[in-house]
Structure formats: structure tokens, C-alpha cells
């Protein structure tokens, strides 16, 4: 039997506020709209920036800690920094017209809120939702807890 890997990790920025809808069984669903950007020089020394579009959809899960749509709606508002943890899925339908369309999406299963709310107290409204306990990568961090003074600071630096 072969593995293999599905997972996305991405560290950027919302460009609107989640769009938060029912589905007709009753399941809540969000969806983001993700920016990442990579920034280098050109050959003439001269900077260059290209941002990348990624649409997120978070679903409400059976189960403790899994109300990924209810924290979107919550706690996520444009321009908010996020960390989202997923796997990449490849989608396809046809619209009114007969066309077919299609449409990567990134399925989160883990969402960190890295924006700091109005100079709070602390974190107070960093939100951290997911299914199993492990959080930061290479296991520097076993929850936000770890490192709430590194998600009040205002600059890029990520807290693992």
C-alpha cells in the first residue's frame, strides 16, 4: 500500500470578510479569500511582489474544537493575518450556461488568527480552532498559549 500527502500551509492575509452560509442539511461553511505574497529582486535590482489568491472553505464539524465557520464569522475580518492548515481539493460543475467550470479550493483544518485586536490584553482575541491538538509546525509550540506576546506584536515576524 503507497501514502501519500495532501497538505497546504499558508501564513497571509483576508482580502473580505468570510462569506458564512447554512447548507440545506443544516451544516455551516465559510469561505475566505486568502492572499500570499512573494517579494525579490530582479535581475535589474529592482523589487518585485507577486500575490497569490486562495479560496478557503472552513466547515462546522461534528465535535469539540471543530466549528471552523463559526470562528471565521466570529473572530475574521478583512485584512485579519491568518496561518491555515489543509489539504488542496480540485473541484468541478457546470454553471446555467453549460459550461464547465472549475475551482481549487484549500479545505482547512486548522485555522490560527495571527492579527492582534485593537491593542488588547494580550491575545484576548486570537481564536485557535481545529480537530487535534497539535499546532505550530516542527512542534515549537503546543498551543497559542506558548507564545500569546508574539501574536500582539504588529510586525511579520511569526511566532514559530
Known amino acids: 500500500m503507497s501514502r501519500s500527502l495532501n497538505k497546504v500551509m499558508l ?10 452560509r447554512s447548507t440545506n442539511n443544516g451544516s ?26 486562495h479560496r478557503v472553505i472552513c466547515w462546522n ?7 471552523l465557520a463559526d470562528v471565521a464569522e466570529k473572530y475574521m475580518k478583512k485584512g485579519d493575518r491568518v496561518y491555515i492548515e489543509g489539504r488542496i481539493e480540485y473541484r468541478t460543475w457546470e454553471d446555467r450556461e453549460k459550461q464547465t467550470r472549475y475551482v481549487t479550493e484549500v479545505i482547512a483544518r486548522e485555522v490560527l488568527l495571527l492579527s492582534s485586536r485593537g491593542g488588547g490584553e494580550g491575545g484576548g482575541d486570537v481564536a485557535r480552532a481545529k480537530a487535534t491538538a497539535k499546532v505550530a509546525p516542527e ?5 497559542l498559549e506558548a507564545f500569546p506576546e508574539a501574536l500582539d ?3 511579520d515576524d511569526l511566532p514559530f
Open 11 to 20: 501564513i497571509g492575509n483576508l482580502g473580505a470578510d468570510p462569506e458564512v
Open 28 to 53: 455551516r461553511v465559510a469561505t475566505l479569500s486568502l492572499a500570499t505574497s512573494r517579494q525579490w529582486s530582479g535581475q535589474g535590482g529592482e523589487k518585485q511582489e507577486k500575490t497569490e489568491w
Open 61 to 67: 464539524n461534528k465535535g469539540p474544537g471543530s466549528q
Open 139 to 143: 512542534g515549537k509550540a503546543e498551543s
Open 153 to 155: 506584536e504588529e510586525d
